[in-house]
C-alpha cells in the first residue's frame, strides 16, 4: 500500500468549524437547582423560548425537565410543540396566548396559552364554551405596558360571576420592568399591584418573577418563579454577585495569521491604523454569525468616542478586535501571544468561561441576551456534560 497521505479526509465536523458552540448540560442543570434553592418555597420553571436563548431547546428542555422543571415558557406556539417529546407530562405555557387556527396545535401538544389581551380573551371564552374546559394563563400588566390584561380588566373578570363555567385559569402571571435594580420603587408598585389581582383570583397560582426577581426575595416568588438568562450563566441582576455556571462557549477558528507593519490599516474602511508590527488572526466568525457589528473594534458610528470592542480568548490571552467586523470574518490582534503560539486551524473563544458573555456584549453597547440569542445556524453545536 502507498503510504501517502490520502487526499480526502473524514472529520468531526465540529473539529473544522468555522464556528462552533459548546453546552454544558450539567453546569445548566447546576444553575437550575441553584435557581431552584433561591426561590425558596415557590416551585421553578425554566423560559426556553427562542430556542432556549439559542443554546438548542431539545436539549436543553430535556436537560432542565430531567433536573426537575415541570413548568416551561415558550414565546411560540411551535417551540412548544418541539418541546412536548422532551417534557412529556410537563406544563408548557405559550407566552404569546393563542390566535384563531392554533387551536389544533394547542389541543394536539396539550399547551397552555397565556392570553394577554381582551381581543384573546374574548376568542378563548367563545372556544372553551365549544370544546369545554381546558387550561390556560393570564397574564397582568402591572406597569410594563407590553402585554397583559390591564389591572382594572383582570380584576373586573375576577370578579364577574358571569363568566362561563369551563373558565379555567393555573396560572396568573405578570412581569417586572426594573427589577434588575435594587428595590426601585416602580418595581414595589407592579408587587403590590400583582398582589391584589393574585388575591381577586382565589384558589389561582401566581408568578411574578423571572430571573433577577428570584433575587429580590421572598416576597417576589409567588407560587412560581420563572427564569431564563440565569439558567444559560448570564447575568440577571445587580444583585446577583455573580452569573452562576457558564453554560455556553462559543468559538471561531482561525482561517489565516498574517504579519502587518505600523501604519498599515485594518478591515473595511480602514479605521484601524497599526501602532506597531502587528500579527493579525484573520478568524471565520463575523456579524453573520451574531458576532455583531457593535463589537468592532472601530470604524462604528454609534459608538466612537467609546472604549474599544470586544476581544477573544486564547491561552490566557486577550486578542482585541481590530477594526471593523465583517460579514463572516473578523480580525483580531495576535501580536502579544509567543510566536508559533497561534496557528491556522486553531480556535479563539468568543464567549465563554474565559470571556464572559456579559462582558462581550457590553462591549458592543448590548446585553447578554441578545448576544446568545443571536449566535445562529452557522454554529456547530456540541453537548457535554451529563443531564443531573
Ligand atoms: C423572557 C421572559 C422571562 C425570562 O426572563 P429572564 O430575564 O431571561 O429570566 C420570564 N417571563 C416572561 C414573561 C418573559 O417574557
Redesign the pocket.
Known sequence: MPDTEPLIEEADPFDIAPVRLTVDLTALAENWVELSKRSGRARTGA?V?ADAYGLGIEDCGLTLYEAGARDF?VAAASEGATLRAYAPDARIFV?SGIWPGQERLFLEHDLVPVLASEEQMTHWMSLIAEVGAYPCAVQVDTGFNRLGLSFDDAMALAQDVSRPTSFDPVLL?S?LHTADAADAEATRNQLDLFQQVSSAFEGVESSLS???GIFLGPRYHFDLT?????LYGGK?SLAMERPLRTVATAEARIVQIRDAKAGETVSYGGTHRLLRDSRLAVASVGYADGYMRSLSGSGVPLRNGTAGGAAAAFGGYKLPVLGRITMDLTVFDATDLPSGALRTGDYVELVGPNMPLDDVAEAGGTIG?ELLTGFGLRYERRYTGDEV
Open positions: 423560559v423560548k415558557f407566552l402571571l412581569h423571572a430571573s433577577a420563572r427564569p431564563g438568562i440565569a440577571a441576551y
